[in-house]
Every structure is written in structure tokens, then in C-alpha cells.
């Protein structure tokens, strides 16, 4: 074991680094290890966007304090069984040996490991076991995914109970912290200028810096909209389409009928998917794909809906099966095209090939929103892009959109029915479980219809796309980007598809390279924010008509459609939005009646 052998870890460990970066640290785990030297702090929080090699900079300071004797042994705390191992064999590389399989029931391990790998919920089982072992030898203290520690008030007692006196704690995260206001144990808080505390990072790497510096890839979010139809309990049949504006529960039901494998819709994402995929595949060859469902039966139906689409059978995960790490493990080795797993993979799990993803659950958090699209992101040569797939929901939309926010966590935050980081459906402490999980909700109701329309994409906080129907051609324009591309090109390829789709629609053609070439008023809008902007005022409006008129939010937006002509809110253009705010604007002035 020696600081030597674990500088030359894989930054990018286990797979290898991408281009230029092997057989040295990254610039941001060398900043950040120069940090905690320079300090040598007890605690220390690092925060990096998936896919930037935090087991590597963390290896590195165990090397470190092992080698100058600061430390005597190592404790790594992580999520689930699969990256205990994952752990212990990364630091198999570096000559320190990891026991994976201790437990509290057999209270020790072998003179040959130097330390031990457990999970959160074993450490919550034996804490004072574990506060002796840390009493009794020097040990630094590794807490992988540290907002784990929150999951449960006994979890985080456990975790404090249990390392209080480690001589060093290391606490990773990969992800925006919890939106819950329960403290994380060994995470430091300060007060902002509104006196609100938050978590303070002592060393933060995201994801737009990584993207900048080719750390980790691109994410092209291609988002379905399409017609749903369901009935209720009470045996009312309600039709909606997916990604206009409706009330919460409508978007939840709407969304559930999507998911619905009986329906087309799932059929028709799963298959346009699949043709992304073989795409990318034509410069990586290896690439794969991953659909994350909600529970054991959707997964099963998706897994014989793509054995029909590609003629192969997928890897199925599901988090019962005893099995599950070696499959993924023989996934991640080898060059099957799809893996279809319910939610166990989507939190720091490593399978570097995955390059196309279908966003196949109604988790809404954007916590597990970050870790799932983390399982794509991950770079191994210039180029590389990663293709997600997602209902035209109006949350996974802005979360898609703000992919490169920084997050903290934050504590004396009030709770709000309409915060999008509120507790909705308890899932904070849910949503990373491995478990089978069917209920999406109380209300019960019956999926009836569901067909899949294209509606945009979006990449590098624009929007590109008009809405077109499955298996169209201007839907294959946008699947038929090719797989390796710089950023730049994309966004160059993107513009283009965008102007040959409009003058397809108009009945003109697009001669070859061209880019929008219209009056500056009806040039789409590329910004996701300004079409943000334009669809709150837009509903501000019908809501504050509603109001006045007593006509129903859904009976409003028909009616300024069928005045103003375009599709949903959802997919409108700015200027079809702005002539729809002009015309309710006309109704609350009493200049137009409405029809």
C-alpha cells in the first residue's frame, strides 16, 4: 500500500480515464486533496457530480493518512451491498485491503484487511459495535453518499453514535443534498443572508464545472408528450395530454397511465430509445441503455417489450434478487444492449457504458432525478454524449433544465404544498430504497389509453423541437444525432433539425445546413428560460380569469387554443404563448369576449 500506487488509480476508477487524464489525479481531486492537507481537518465534505471520481480522491487521503500513520484502519459507509464491494474492489488497486462481507454478528475480521465496508442500515443495527472498533484504533471514516445519513432520525443518531470518535470523517455526495430540514450528522451548516442555515462544502466540484473541463458528458433530454385516457374510482373516464397544465394529482395520473405497460406509450419511447441507441452504437460500440422502473411488474413488461423491439433479452435487476450485483458487474463487462432495473441502479452504481437512459418512474424528487441521470454521465473518450428519455412532466422538465445547478442542503425552510423540494411522497428516505414499489399513491384508478408524441429537446439549457408524432421523420432527425459529437456540434445539429422540422411543417424545404432564418419575432425560443417565463405568466393569467370567470383552468386553455390556434402550453412556441397571454389579457379587459 503507498501513496504511489494510488495515485495511479484510474481517475475515473473503475472504468479509465478519459482522454489526457490517466496516471494522474484530476485537477479538482488534486485542489481538493492539496485542501484537506493543507488543513488537515477532522471533518470534510466533498461534493462532486457523479462521474468525477470521488472513490479515487478518496482513496487517495486514505493512502495518505495510512502512510503517515494518522490513521490505523479505514471504516467506508455506503448505500447499499453492491457498492461495498464496488469499494473494496477499488481499493484492492491501491494495496489496502477492504473486508466487504464484516457484520455486526460476526464482530470481527481477518489481521489481513485494513479496514472494513458497511452500509447505513448496518451500522444502524450496531452502532456501539461500531463506535468500539473506532475507539479502540485510529480509523478515518469514509461516508459514502452522506445524505444516506438522513434517511431515518435513527439512522442519523446510529451514524453519530457510532463515529463520534473516528479520528478523521471523510463524507462524500455525488448529488443535490435532501430537501428535507433533518441535519445530516458531520456536515457543517452556516447561516446565509437570510439567516437560513445551509450545508457548507468544504470542497465542491458540479457538474457544469466537469462538463467544461470533459470530465463527465453531455446529457441530450428528449422528452414524450401523447394523449392519456383513465378512469377514476369514482368510474369517471378523464382524457389529458401529457405536459399540458393541469392540477398536481391530474399530472401524477396522467403520468402513471404513461408508465401504464398495457399502454402504447412506454412501447413507443422504448422503441425510439432503442434507435438512439443504435446510433450511438455506430461509433461506440459498446454503448448500452437502461430503463429505470418503478416496480418488479412494469420492469418484467419492459424487459418483453424491448425482447420484441431489438429480438434480444435484457439484463433484468430487480432488488430482491441475490444476484443483482454479479448481473450488473456482467452487464457492465460486457456489450448486451439493455439493462431494465427497478431504481437499485440509479445511485452510485458504475456502469460506464450506459449512454441511453429511459426515465421509466414517477419518483419526483430531483434528488433521485441527479442520481439517475449520474448513471449516464460518466466519460470515457472525447465525444461522448449521453441520450435520457422522459415523460413531458413539467418537473422533470425543470429539473432537466437545471441540471447544473449547484445545491445545498438547507435547514429552517419552511415547508410548502407547492415547493417541488418538499417531502412529496415521503420519498426522501424512499427513493433510494431496494424495494418493490407499487404504490405511487392513494388514488387508485385504471389506465385506459396512452399514445406517445415527441414534444422537444433539450440540451445545454436550450430547447430544440417542435412536437411530432412517434416514429415521424421529424422525430428521427433528432434520434439520428450522431453519438460523437463535441457539444458545440450538437447544439450547431440541433438548430439545424429544428429548422428543417419548421419548414417541413410549413411545406417548404430547408436547404442543406441551414440554420433559423426568420423574422426575430417568430424565431424559436432556445432558451428554457424565457419559454419558463412565458409559460408562468401564461398561467398566472388563466388562473387570475378563473377566478373572475369561474370557468375551469382546462376549459380556459381549450378556449385560447381555439382562439389562438398551436398545440399545449407544454409544446407552444413563444410566440403562440405570448399571443395566448395577449388574448386572456383581452378577456380581463373586457376588449373580446370569449368564445
Not at 419492459?302 to 434478487?321: C, E, F, H, N, W
Not at 463487462?333 to 426515465?359: F, I, N, Q, T
Request: hydrophobic content about 40%.
Amino acid at each position: 500500500m503507498s501513496t504511489n500506487a494510488a495515485s495511479h488509480l484510474s481517475p475515473a476508477y473503475p472504468d479509465r480515464a478519459p482522454w489526457g487524464t490517466a496516471g494522474k489525479l484530476r485537477a479538482w481531486q488534486q485542489a481538493a486533496l492539496d485542501e484537506y492537507l493543507r488543513r488537515e481537518p477532522r471533518d470534510f465534505l466533498a461534493v462532486a457530480t457523479p462521474g468525477a471520481g470521488k472513490t479515487t480522491f478518496a482513496l487517495r487521503i486514505a493512502t495518505e493518512l495510512l502512510d503517515r500513520h494518522i490513521v490505523q484502519q479505514i471504516t467506508v459507509v455506503a448505500p447499499t451491498e453492491h457498492l461495498k464491494h464496488q469499494w473494496s474492489e477499488a481499493a484492492k488497486k491501491v494495496g489496502i485491503g477492504i473486508d466487504p462481507t464484516y457484520s455486526g454478528s460476526s464482530g470481527g475480521t481477518s489481521r489481513d484487511y485494513t479496514g472494513i465496508a458497511v452500509t447505513y442500515a448496518g451500522v444502524a443495527a450496531h452502532p456501539m459495535l461500531h463506535r468500539s472498533r473506532v475507539e479502540n484504533r485510529r480509523t478515518l471514516v469514509i461516508l459514502d453518499e452522506i445524505h444516506h445519513a438522513g434517511d431515518a432520525l435513527a439512522w442519523g443518531d446510529a451514524i453519530s453514535e457510532a463515529f463520534e470518535p473516528a479520528a478523521r470523517r471523510l463524507a462524500l455526495t455525488g448529488t443535490p443534498f435532501r430537501s428535507d430540514i433533518a441535519q445530516i450528522p458531520f456536515v457543517g451548516y452556516a447561516p446565509d443572508a437570510e439567516g437560513i442555515r445551509r450545508s457548507v462544502a468544504d470542497y465542491s466540484y458540479g457538474y457544469g464545472a466537469a462538463l467544461a473541463d470533459g470530465v463527465v458528458r453531455p446529457v441530450i433530454f428528449l422528452s414524450y408528450a401523447g394523449q392519456m385516457r383513465w378512469r377514476t374510482k369514482a368510474g369517471d373516464e378523464i382524457a389529458a395530454s401529457l405536459g399540458e397544465p393541469m392540477t398536481q394529482d391530474a399530472v401524477s395520473q396522467a403520468w402513471r397511465t404513461a408508465l401504464d405497460p398495457a399502454g402504447n406509450w412506454m412501447q413507443a419511447v422504448l422503441r425510439a430509445a432503442d434507435k438512439r441507441l443504435t446510433e450511438v452504437r455506430k461509433a461506440v460500440s459498446d454503448a448500452g441503455a437502461l430503463v429505470i422502473a418503478t416496480d418488479h411488474f412494469a420492469a418484467r413488461a419492459y424487459a418483453k417489450m424491448l425482447r420484441d423491439i431489438t429480438g434480444q433479452s435484457p439484463t433484468v435487476v430487480l432488488s430482491d434478487d441475490p444476484k443483482a450485483s454479479s448481473k450488473i458487474e456482467k452487464f457492465s463487462e460486457g456489450e448486451d444492449r439493455w439493462m431494465v432495473a427497478v431504481r437499485m441502479v440509479s445511485e452510485g452504481v458504475d456502469v460506464p457504458r450506459l449512454a441511453v437512459g429511459v426515465y421509466a418512474t414517477s419518483i419526483s424528487t430531483p434528488l433521485f432525478f441527479a442520481q439517475a441521470v449520474g448513471r449516464f454521465v460518466r466519460a470515457r473518450r472525447r465525444g461522448e454524449t449521453a441520450s435520457v428519455f422522459l415523460p413531458s412532466v413539467p418537473m422533470l422538465v425543470q429539473f432537466a433544465n437545471e441540471l447544473e445547478l449547484q445545491r445545498d442542503h438547507i435547514l429552517d425552510r419552511k415547508k410548502r404544498d407547492d415547493d417541488m423540494w418538499s417531502e412529496e411522497e415521503d420519498l426522501l428516505a424512499d427513493a433510494n430504497a431496494e424495494k418493490n414499489e407499487t404504490d405511487l399513491g392513494e388514488f387508485k384508478f385504471e389506465a385506459l389509453e396512452s399514445e406517445a408524441t415527441f414534444d422537444r429537446v433539450m440540451f445545454d439549457g436550450g430547447e430544440y423541437g417542435l412536437a411530432a408524432e412517434a416514429g415521424s421523420a421529424d422525430e428521427a432527425d433528432y434520434l439520428g444525432i450522431p453519438g460523437l459529437l463535441e457539444p458545440e456540434h450538437v447544439r450547431t445539429l440541433l438548430q439545424k433539425r429544428q429548422t428543417r422540422q419548421i419548414a417541413r411543417q410549413r411545406g417548404q424545404q430547408a436547404p442543406d445546413g441551414a440554420v433559423p432564418n426568420l423574422p426575430a419575432q417568430e424565431r424559436p425560443v432556445v432558451s428554457h428560460q424565457q419559454l419558463l417565463s412565458l409559460r408562468k405568466e401564461l398561467h398566472t393569467l388563466v388562473g387570475a380569469w378563473h377566478h373572475q370567470s369561474g370557468l375551469p383552468h382546462g376549459v380556459i386553455h381549450n378556449d385560447l387554443r381555439r382562439s389562438c390556434g398551436g398545440p399545449p402550453a407544454a409544446q407552444a412556441t413563444a410566440v403562440e404563448l405570448r399571443a395566448r397571454i395577449d388574448k386572456v389579457r383581452a378577456w380581463a379587459a373586457g376588449r373580446e369576449k370569449q368564445r
